[in-house]
């Protein structure tokens, strides 16, 4: 479920995966990725996400 939420959400599905700190990071840098780059950012932050949720779920 959180995969799909960083298709859709990044910052929020990183808040998710227990980095707080990172997600208010990431929200930061997102919107203004979105507004200038008419979205060409947003994948870099989907991987971002993908990659912590991966890391997170292997920590445990």
Same mark, same amino acid.
């Given at each position: 479920?959180?995969?799909?939420?960083?298709?859709?959400?990044?910052?929020?599905?990183?808040?998710? !995966?227990?980095?707080?700190? *990172?997600?208010?990071? !990431?929200?930061?840098?997102? *919107?203004?990725?979105?507004?200038?780059?008419?979205?060409?950012?947003?994948?870099?932050? *989907?991987?971002?996400?993908?990659?912590?949720?991966?890391?997170?779920?292997?920590? !445990?």
């Amino acid at each position: 479920m959180n995969y799909i939420l960083a298709l859709l959400l990044p910052p929020l599905s990183i808040l998710f !995966a227990g980095r707080p700190i *990172v997600a208010i990071l !990431a929200f930061l840098f997102w *919107v203004p990725a979105i507004i200038f780059s008419g979205g060409l950012g947003h994948p870099a932050f *989907v991987i971002l996400a993908w990659i912590l949720i991966w890391e997170g779920r292997n920590r !445990a």
